[in-house]
């Protein structure tokens, strides 16, 4: 195998591959990317057996072949290189080193061979239809905050996808929680989505798709099976297995009959609760939240340090019902914030239960936040 590419186009596609390798050491040929050179088209390859990228680059194929080579150490190599300059990979035998030169720099990596680079197979999808690459983005970053993280509970390691009913509407939606909060998108359903199951992307996989996204073209394809999803866009495709499990009956926590409005600008809620919450140490930092029309305190108290407090009046907040006092968990209130655009909304029941939140501005988005005693 030997062939040439521009510095800045191998580049870009080894950012996305090595991301996808394995790092640790379990399986050595897992660390690796495997390198297809086949007419004028270049496939560089990455799995973690749960994760497969596939990324088509344009190169000068002088002779057909493949190869593997440590993933991380090849992208290191390329991103030091200086700009324009092309690089080429040469192996003469499958069985010896590869050869990288580019301008007087020379280096040899050493390989393992192909057949050892494991596939996660092709298989049927027989889910296919596309949705924006803007669509998309949203989906993930109004939602992928809840993932939770706890392991044993590994049915709500993702994001899930699925298609509902709204009022009569078919609606695909998205939804994460970790237990203390909950998060739900929703758009139109694209054309084709009617009949797929609902699926839980894992969050690693949610990770590397949101990295694709920004350089996805218009459009983003999606395939998908009962164990399986694949998401292609422009030259990259990536594949990965759907985590086996059930998702709770999240409709059931999201409550009906909060009537308490509070209505607040973003920048000064945000930066309120930062700053009443630098005085604790404690990991959950609670913050008090006491509302009474057009009045909110916010407060926050430290065994060491003392306590502190900031109020907002009724140029930033807007609320009218009867006197509440409810606490919750600083960043869980600041990430949801952060997915707000101008003015959030709170609905309350009472300092005890689950409270919604939601954007003013983007209806199709809705949080859930449970409070904690403070």
């Given at each position: 195998?030997?062939?040439?590419?521009?510095?800045?186009?191998?580049?870009?596609?080894?950012?996305?591959?090595?991301?996808?390798?394995?790092?640790?050491?379990?399986?050595?040929?897992?660390?690796?990317?495997?390198?297809?050179?086949?007419?004028?088209?270049?496939?560089?390859?990455?799995?973690?057996?749960?994760?497969?990228?596939?990324?088509?680059?344009?190169?000068?194929?002088?002779?057909?072949?493949?190869?593997?080579?440590?993933?991380?150490?090849?992208?290191?190599?390329?991103?030091?290189?200086?700009?324009?300059?092309?690089?080429?990979?040469?192996?003469?035998?499958?069985?010896?080193?590869?050869?990288?030169?580019?301008?007087?720099?020379?280096?040899?990596?050493?390989?393992?061979?192909?057949?050892?680079?494991?596939?996660?197979?092709?298989?049927?999808?027989?889910?296919?239809?596309?949705?924006?690459?803007?669509?998309?983005?949203?989906?993930?970053?109004?939602?992928?905050?809840?993932?939770?993280?706890?392991?044993?509970?590994?049915?709500?390691?993702?994001?899930?996808?699925?298609?509902?009913?709204?009022?009569?509407?078919?609606?695909?939606?998205?939804?994460?929680?970790?237990g203390h909060r909950l998060a739900r998108m929703?758009?139109?359903?694209?054309?084709?989505?009617?009949?797929?199951?609902?699926?839980?992307?894992?969050?690693?996989?949610?990770?590397?798709?949101?990295?694709?996204?920004?350089?996805?073209?218009?459009?983003?394809?999606?395939?998908?099976?009962?164990?399986?999803?694949?998401?292609?866009?422009?030259?990259?495709?990536?594949?990965?297995?759907?985590?086996?499990?059930?998702?709770?009956?999240?409709?059931?926590?999201?409550?009906?009959?909060?009537?308490?409005?509070?209505?607040?600008?973003?920048?000064?809620?945000?930066?309120?609760?930062?700053?009443?919450?630098?005085?604790?140490?404690?990991?959950?930092?609670?913050?008090?939240?006491?509302?009474?029309?057009?009045?909110?305190?916010?407060?926050?108290?430290?065994?060491?340090?003392?306590?502190?407090?900031?109020?907002?009046?009724?140029?930033?907040?807007?609320?009218?019902?009867?006197?509440?006092?409810?606490?919750?968990?600083?960043?869980?209130?600041?990430?949801?914030?952060?997915?707000?655009?101008?003015?959030?909304?709170?609905?309350?029941?009472?300092?005890?239960?689950?409270?919604?939140?939601?954007?003013?501005?983007?209806?199709?988005?809705?949080?859930?936040?449970?409070?904690?005693?403070?």
């Amino acid at each position: 195998m030997k062939f040439s590419a521009e510095r800045a186009t191998l580049l870009k596609a080894l950012a996305h591959i090595q991301s996808v390798a394995e790092k640790r050491n379990t399986i050595p040929i897992l660390a690796n990317v495997l390198i297809q050179a086949n007419g004028q088209q270049l496939s560089l390859k990455a799995t973690d057996m749960e994760i497969e990228v596939v990324e088509q680059v344009p190169a000068t194929i002088m002779r057909e072949g493949s190869s593997t080579a440590p993933a991380a150490v090849l992208y290191e190599i390329v991103r030091k290189l200086p700009d324009g300059v092309a690089v080429e990979l040469d192996q003469a035998d499958s069985d010896g080193p590869l050869h990288l030169r580019a301008g007087r720099y020379t280096t040899r990596l050493n390989v393992l061979p192909v057949d050892d680079f494991p596939s996660m197979g092709t298989g049927e999808f027989p889910h296919t239809f596309q949705v924006q690459s803007s669509v998309l983005r949203a989906l993930i970053d109004r939602t992928r905050f809840a993932i939770s993280t706890e392991e044993t509970r590994y049915y709500l390691n993702g994001i899930y996808l699925h298609v509902t009913d709204v009022d009569g509407e078919a609606k695909l939606r998205a939804v994460a929680t970790d237990g203390h909060r909950l998060a739900r998108m929703e758009t139109d359903m694209p054309e084709g989505a009617a009949q797929m199951p609902g699926v839980i992307i894992p969050r690693k996989t949610i990770n590397e798709l949101r990295k694709l996204v920004d350089e996805a073209p218009e459009e983003v394809a999606v395939a998908l099976s009962e164990t399986r999803i694949q998401f292609t866009a422009g030259p990259i495709t990536l594949t990965s297995k759907l985590i086996d499990g059930t998702f709770p009956e999240y409709e059931r926590v999201i409550p009906r009959g909060n009537t308490r409005v509070l209505r607040v600008g973003k920048k000064e809620f945000s930066n309120a609760v930062a700053r009443v919450a630098a005085i604790s140490q404690e990991r959950s930092r609670p913050v008090k939240l006491a509302l009474e029309p057009g009045l909110l305190t916010l407060s926050a108290s430290s065994a060491e340090q003392g306590v502190a407090k900031e109020e907002l009046d009724d140029s930033t907040v807007s609320y009218d019902s009867e006197a509440l006092e409810i606490g919750f968990q600083a960043r869980y209130l600041n990430d949801i914030t952060d997915q707000v655009e101008n003015e959030a909304e709170f609905i309350f029941a009472d300092s005890a239960s689950p409270t919604i939140v939601r954007d003013v501005s983007t209806p199709s988005a809705l949080y859930v936040l449970m409070p904690m005693r403070v």
